[in-house]
């Protein structure tokens, strides 16, 4: 492995997004979340030809998760000074901690979704059951982790299929990941998933329902959610399904769902303005929905009302 540089090469992904990975990996990602406007989020999807990143550190915490490995892949990787050669990496992930010093090299195309989150959020995560000064994110070179790789799958569908139209889903799926590596991959282990019981007092959940409610035709983010009932989102998120039995983004497309079933009885709009109507992206991502949780598709359930 070549060291180009006695130093590291600072960079930071947040405040100069696609700039920066245009400077590391010598392209513009396959699509960002940027280009699919989650402007909270930093993540993106790729397909790495073979070739190497000198000797860099980010000034964020970075999850690498290969989706795909079209082949047998060898990668040389080095990170605070250890050197590792990793095999057949699909399925795995790697954790670059912010400001660790890291190389690496690779010999064939390589799938991967690239997240990019900031320390301070990431300590902050659950700042109601845990001293944010006492979490460090540990260096992982490539690691299975069936959790983390279907987390990277349906980011990067989500991505790739459903855009703008899914970012408090992107959010959740971050939110998940963050609380997964929190328990096994930091240096204050413990299970935050059983510190994080209980349920929302109910003023609280019906405030944030009011919100959903009055905003779901919106994009709505967990974030803004959270801040309704002045919690975190890893927090707000863990409680509301305590309390409601499902996820913040399962009750928001279920509340669109209901909103477009009336529409479609009403009879005054097509389908395709029943989906812009109530948030979807387009058509088909109404459809998507409406079959799974009613069971028929929009028109057929058109045919059904009309009988």
Known sequence: MKNNSSQDSSVNFI????????????????ISSMSVGWDNLDIVYDVDPPGEISKISFQQHCIGIFTEAFSST??????DG??????????????????????????????????????????QTIYEVVDPDRIELLPQFATPDP?????GLSLQSALTKNG????????????ALILHLLENYSGDRRSFSECITGKLPKYKLKRVINYIYAHFDGDLSLKELASCVQMSPTYFSRLFKETTGITPHQYVIRCRIARAKDLLKQGKLSIAEVAIQVGFVDQSHLYRYFKRLVGVTPKVFLQEFRK
Do not use: C
């Open 15 to 30: 405040t100069d997004k696609e700039n920066i990975y245009k400077r590391v990996f010598k392209r513009s990602p396959l």
């Open 74 to 79: 060898e990668i040389e990787r080095k990170m």
């Open 82 to 123: 250890r050197l590792v050669q990793e095999e057949d990496v699909r399925g795995n992930f790697v954790i670059v901690p912010a400001n660790m010093s890291h190389q690496v090299v690779w010999d064939k195309p390589i799938s991967a979704v690239k997240i990019a989150i900031e320390p301070r959020v990431f300590a």
């Open 147 to 151: 959790l983390v790789h279907q987390i």
């Open 164 to 175: 703008n139209g899914s970012r408090l889903y992107a959010e959740t799926l971050i939110n």
